[in-house]
C-alpha cells in the first residue's frame, strides 16, 4: 500500500506566480489534511477536506489560497501570486475516518525567489 | 485552539543514553501523535496514542489524557535517533485538525 505522495518535491516559484501542489491519499482515505511548516517551526494546519467538501479552512490565509479535493485526482493546494513569505514546506495528511491517525506525506517545499 | 507545549527544546545526548520527551496540552483531545522529522525533512509516525501505554523496540510512549500531558522515551538512544520530535495532538469535534507543539531537537553524538 503506498504511502502519501506529494509532488512536486521541490518547487522554486518567482514572485507573483502561481504555485500547485499535488497530494495523493493513501488506497482507501477520504480525508484529506494540509499543513505549512515555516523555517525552524512546528507544522500549522491550513485545511481540511472529503472528497468534493471543504470540512475545515480554518487555518488557510483568506487570501491567495485555495485548496480542493475533486471526486476523482489529488488534492491540489494552490497559491496565487506568491511572496517570499509563502516559502515554506507543504506537507499533506491522510486518514481513513476522523478520529484515525494521520499519515503523512514527504512535503512540497515551496522556494519563492 | 489547543496549545501544545514541548520540553526540552534542544537535546544532546551521547550514544547509548536514555532520554524523555514531554508533550503538554492545554485542553482535553481525543488524538494523539508522536512523529519524527528527520534530516531530510519527512516525517515518521511513532505512535498513536491518546491514551495509554506503547512501546516499539527502543521506544515507548504514555499519555495521561486527564492530566494533559503525554511523554516519548528512548532508551540506548543511536545517532539515527536525530532529528526533531513533534507531539501532535487533536480532537475530533474540531474537525480534528492536529495542534503541533514546537518539538524537541535531539542530536545524538557518537
Known amino acids: 500500500n503506498a504511502g502519501v505522495m506529494q509532488n512536486p518535491r521541490h518547487l522554486v516559484r518567482r514572485r507573483g506566480q502561481e504555485a500547485r501542489l499535488r497530494c495523493s491519499p493513501m488506497?482507501?482515505?477520504?480525508?484529506v489534511y494540509w499543513y505549512r511548516q515555516l523555517p525552524e517551526e512546528g507544522l500549522k494546519f491550513m485545511v481540511y477536506l472529503q472528497k468534493e467538501n471543504i470540512i475545515d479552512e480554518s487555518g488557510m490565509p483568506k487570501e491567495r489560497f485555495s485548496a480542493e479535493f475533486p471526486k476523482e485526482g489529488p488534492s491540489i493546494l494552490r497559491i496565487q501570486q506568491v511572496v517570499r513569505g509563502d516559502s515554506a514546506a507543504y506537507f499533506c495528511?491522510?486518514?481513513?475516518?476522523?478520529?484515525?491517525?494521520?499519515?503523512f506525506g514527504p512535503g512540497t517545499r515551496l522556494l519563492v525567489l | 485552539g489547543i496549545q501544545v507545549e514541548q520540553s526540552p527544546p534542544d537535546l544532546i545526548l551521547q550514544e547509548g543514553a536514555n532520554s524523555t520527551l514531554r508533550c503538554n496540552f492545554s485542553d482535553s483531545v481525543n488524538n494523539l501523535q508522536w512523529f519524527h522529522q528527520n534530516p531530510w525533512g519527512q516525517l515518521i509516525n511513532l505512535f498513536y496514542?491518546?491514551?495509554g501505554t506503547k512501546q516499539n523496540g527502543r521506544l515507548s510512549a504514555t499519555t495521561v489524557a486527564t492530566e494533559r500531558y503525554s511523554l516519548l522515551y528512548i532508551s540506548s538512544s543511536q545517532t539515527t535517533d536525530s532529528g526533531v520530535y513533534f507531539c501532535?495532538?487533536?480532537?475530533?469535534?474540531?474537525?480534528?485538525?492536529?495542534?503541533f507543539g514546537t518539538g524537541t531537537s535531539l542530536t545524538v553524538i557518537p
Open positions: 488506497k482507501g482515505h477520504s480525508h
Open positions: 495528511a491522510s486518514s481513513p475516518l476522523r478520529e484515525e491517525t494521520q499519515y
Open positions: 496514542i491518546p491514551s
Open positions: 501532535a495532538v487533536g480532537r475530533s469535534n474540531t474537525g480534528n485538525q492536529f495542534y
